[in-house]
């Protein structure tokens, strides 16, 4: 069993910065890419960032350069350092990774259950 908690998720004024984390557990052989996903009220999903497992990262363009993804291998946690925050980041945001169980596993991808971030003064 593979599961994904999230934290660090809450109420910042516009400009103000967060920083969300991701840890994944479970029975684990290797991790694909790890990203994170945002869902704004009335809206559908959508990708904010994602990383491979040797660091190449990709941005939506509505946070690129705001925001910045890192991972640990070693404690299979990914980080969302989020800055100058502005009233439309408000969604929660979910963090998704691709995971290999065991030798052969084609992998899956595995979803967090959420951490909501509010961007109000």
């Known amino acids: 069993q593979v599961q994904l908690v999230e934290s660090g998720g809450g109420l910042v004024q516009p400009g103000g910065s967060l920083r969300l984390s991701c840890v994944a557990s479970?029975?684990?052989?290797?991790?694909?890419?790890m990203g994170w996903y945002r869902q704004a009220p009335g809206l559908e999903r959508e990708l904010v960032a994602t990383?491979?497992?040797?660091?190449?990262?990709n941005y939506a363009d509505s946070v690129r350069g705001r925001f910045t993804l890192s991972r640990d291998n070693a404690k299979n946690t990914v980080f969302l350092q989020m800055n100058s925050l502005k009233p439309e980041d408000t969604a929660v945001y979910y963090c998704?990774?691709?995971?290999?169980?065991?030798?052969?596993?084609?992998?899956?991808?595995?979803w967090g259950k959420g951490t909501l971030v509010t961007v109000s003064s």
């Open positions: 479970g029975s684990i052989r290797s991790i694909d890419a």
């Open positions: 998704n990774a691709a995971i290999r169980r065991y030798w052969g596993d084609r992998g899956m991808d595995y």
């Open positions: 990383i491979t497992n040797i660091g190449r990262t």
